[in-house]
């Protein structure tokens, strides 16, 4: 299996694995909380719910990609991105350092990572995208009573939760484009 397809399989694989375990950082350490816990203190629809949130920003990166191809990034570049938004996702839980002190921290980390492996106003926009969808996703699980934040500062939301999104836009859009492989007729980046 090669190029988008195998992409997308590693896609739904960390987001159904290190998914779920990542949003264990945020309910072990209160960040977030579900009213009926049942593994890793989640609910089971989590596993399926990060399974298609890395296949929809992964993919939807890839699926742009088609239309307005920009540099492929390495695999180092992929990994930096990568562990920005893991240690961005730890520090949102277990650092409490207010919500908007957090949310520019992160907003911070998708500089760097946008600066160190896209720099294109496409990334720009599908970070954009993936901040409000999440963030929409996550009002929707609130008000419906699914799911909780201990900061509620974008109206029951945590206000750094549009900012994490953000990275995750650029790591698993930047993780999808170095899986997929390069189009022919552009060349890496350098890192």
């Avoid at 992409?7 to 960040?31: K, R, W």
């Avoid at 399974?51 to 992929?78: K, N, S």
């Avoid at 946008?114 to 990334?123: E, F, I, N, P, Q």
């Amino acid at each position: 299996m090669q190029g988008p397809a195998r992409a997308l399989v590693v896609l739904a694989g960390l987001g159904a694995t290190v998914g779920p375990l990542l949003d264990g950082l945020h309910t072990h350490s209160g960040a977030t909380w579900y009213p009926h816990p049942q593994l890793w203190l989640a609910e089971w629809w989590v596993v399926p719910l990060f399974c298609g949130a890395a296949v929809a920003i992964g993919g939807g990166r890839l699926l742009t990609e088609r239309f307005l191809p920009t540099r492929t990034p390495t695999a180092r570049q992929a990994a930096l991105s990568m562990a920005l938004f893991v240690v961005g996702y730890a520090l949102s839980g277990f650092w409490r350092i207010g919500e908007l002190p957090m949310a520019a921290l992160l907003l911070t980390f998708f500089a760097v990572s946008w600066g160190a492996t896209d720099r294109s106003a496409l990334g720009l926009g599908a970070a954009a995208l993936t901040g409000l969808g999440g963030w929409l996703v996550e009002h929707t699980l609130v008000r419906a009573g699914f799911f909780f934040h201990r900061d509620v500062g974008l109206d029951g939301v945590a206000l750094w939760i549009p900012p994490l999104y953000f990275c995750a836009a650029s790591a698993l859009g930047t993780l999808a484009k170095q899986l997929a492989g390069q189009d022919p007729k552009l060349k890496p980046t350098t890192s």
